[in-house]
């Protein structure tokens, strides 16, 4: 998919976009209405790796809305 050329992988829960928290579903959707298709942004994921959260930091090309 999409997602997985830029490192995001199942099972990541993004928690930043662009520096700003994301706590819901919502929040993101309502972020991601500033930005056109082919912006590149910057993105926190928490990935599990044995049994802990690890942070990774993404660089993400928004691609269009379906």
Same mark, same amino acid.
């Given at each position: 998919? !999409? !997602?997985k =050329? ?9 928690? =930043? ?10 929040s993101?959707?309502?972020t991601?209405e500033?930005?056109a !298709?082919?912006?590149?942004v ?5 990935? !599990?790796?044995?049994?802990q959260?690890?942070e990774?930091?993404l ?8």
């Amino acid at each position: 998919t !999409a !997602a997985k =050329k830029y490192g995001i992988l199942p099972g990541d829960i993004i928690t =930043k976009f662009e520096g700003k928290e994301i706590t819901t579903m919502d929040s993101l959707t309502g972020t991601l209405e500033y930005y056109a !298709a082919g912006s590149t942004v910057e993105i926190t994921v928490m990935r !599990a790796n044995n049994g802990q959260y690890v942070e990774h930091v993404l660089e993400v090309v928004l691609g269009k809305k379906n």
